[in-house]
């Protein structure tokens, strides 16, 4: 399929695409990579003609679907928003993996085939709002296959993915560039794909060069970007370190005591034996669908079982007459399920305000302290031209970044950060991960992280709890490991 832009921009609340001439060649692939703002959305949107542009665009025939981590999010409104648990005798999960991928083709043959070329036989009849982040980006790529396009507009298709299955998708997508022509928009370098021919980069939404795979393999670029986020990492210590406060516990922090969390259907973890001391930073690891968001939860109070476990967190035993909100107040949260119940119509500047009441939009009235910090949060994540805008009207890149700042902002003893990069380009990622290694090495939080990618570990975090299948009890059970 031949692709041509010539003087095409399209603009949002928050960001603009403009492309001045750049032309896809049939049987051409690309990667598009951007030094700063999140345009795959917008690049996805034009191409699939559901966003506005003006200019020229000229594609020939053929079909093209895109897979984004904006469409996965509309996904599962759509899917909560069908919830029939009120009226039925039984939890309404959502619509079955199996008939979600089928609505698209309706070819039972297909439909089969990538179930299992995407590892979802086990998942075909679990309802998309039990399954797990990585498991949630395998079913929207099926959907995207589904409808048998000729080019694929891959936005960040490895985010939330754990490590084996990056790899079996990467081999995957290799096999389909054969046959289907894709454009890949990434974030991080190890997520270039070897088959694509060319990179376009962006900045600031505009497309800044055109260069092919050598090309990109010596740019510079990189290093530039590293050296940005140092610096921009070390403002926002500052800002933390002026309001720095301390709040004392005697051990442990929290412990869970031969934890389990079962449903009807499955079990997904057994005899988990957990204890957080006063100082101490952990990394949870495992395989999607082990249980890693499930006992992240279970500590800030989310999920169900919490009080179905013996949990004892900051000297109170969980269900013993504490409120969530006396737990609360000492966590902080970023996850990509927080990420979708924040669809409240709040402005940018509560976003972060609402960090220091726990609350999902903003129903207190700030005092002038926690305004003005706010706002310094704001002014260090260059957003405060948007102080007023709707949270939800942002892209979803600084929604994250919003999120990050919402769980920072009162400094609280725990950070919970459950893949807290996803979404985020590269400048941002170096960002906040500079600012939680410093974080974690001055103890100004305890943190909780979860991410698949090595390159995402924090130095200062020396403690793991790994997710491992125990094969006679049919589910996960966890090692840990003290350093």
Request: net charge negative; glycine share 6%.
């Amino acid at each position: 399929m031949d692709i041509n832009f010539k003087q095409l921009i399209s603009q949002s609340s928050t960001s603009a695409l403009q492309i001045e001439n750049w032309t896809i060649a049939n049987n051409e692939s690309w990667a598009v990579f951007s030094t700063e703002g999140d345009i795959g959305s917008l690049l996805g949107g034009v191409l699939c003609d559901t966003i506005e542009f003006d200019g020229e665009l000229k594609i020939g025939d053929g079909k093209i679907a895109q897979v984004s981590l904006v469409e996965q999010q509309k996904l599962l409104e759509e899917e909560r928003a069908k919830d029939d648990t009120d009226f039925l005798d039984r939890i309404d999960n959502g619509t079955s993996v199996y008939d979600l991928i089928f609505e698209q083709c309706e070819d039972v043959t297909l439909t089969h085939q990538l179930i299992e070329d995407l590892d979802l036989v086990h998942l075909k009849e679990s309802g998309f709002r039990v399954l797990s982040t990585g498991e949630t980006r395998r079913v929207m790529l099926a959907r995207a296959l589904a409808e048998k396009p000729d080019f694929v507009v891959l936005d960040n298709p490895f985010a939330g993915l754990d490590i084996a299955h990056r790899q079996s998708l990467a081999d995957y997508l290799e096999k389909l560039s054969e046959s289907v022509q894709m454009m890949v928009i990434f974030a991080r370098e190890e997520d270039l794909p070897d088959w694509v021919d060319h990179v376009a980069m962006f900045e600031r939404g505009k497309l800044v060069e055109l260069i092919d795979k050598a090309g990109w393999d010596n740019h510079p670029i990189i290093q530039q970007i590293t050296a940005q986020s140092e610096q921009q990492s070390e403002e926002m210590m500052t800002l933390i370190r002026r309001y720095q406060h301390a709040t004392q516990f005697e051990n442990p922090i929290f412990e869970l005591i031969d934890g389990t969390v079962e449903y009807t259907e499955k079990t997904i973890f057994t005899g988990v034996n957990w204890r957080i001391d006063k100082g101490e930073h952990w990394q949870v690891k495992g395989p999607n669908g082990c249980g890693k968001s499930t006992i992240l939860g279970m500590i800030f109070g989310d999920h169900p079982q919490c009080y179905s476990n013996d949990i004892h967190i900051f000297g109170k035993k969980r269900g013993s007459g504490e409120t969530v909100w006396e737990i609360k107040k000492h966590i902080g949260m970023v996850s990509s399920a927080l990420h979708l119940q924040y669809r409240v119509s709040c402005s940018a500047l509560d976003v972060i305000l609402s960090g220091f009441y726990d609350s999902i939009g903003l129903y207190s009235q700030p005092n002038i302290q926690e305004r003005i910090i706010a706002r310094e949060w704001l002014d260090i994540l260059h957003m405060s031209q948007y102080a007023k805008t709707p949270f939800r009207k942002l892209e979803y890149g600084q929604q994250r970044l919003l999120l990050i700042a919402r769980a920072i902002v009162k400094q609280p003893t725990l950070l919970i950060l459950d893949e807290p990069y996803q979404g985020l380009e590269y400048l941002g990622r170096r960002l906040m991960k500079n600012t939680l290694e410093l974080i974690a090495r001055e103890n100004l939080s305890q943190l909780l992280y979860v991410s698949h990618y090595q390159d995402d570990e924090l130095e200062s975090i020396k403690n793991t709890l790994t997710f491992v299948y125990d094969d006679s009890a049919q589910c996960y059970q966890a090692e840990l490991e003290r350093k």
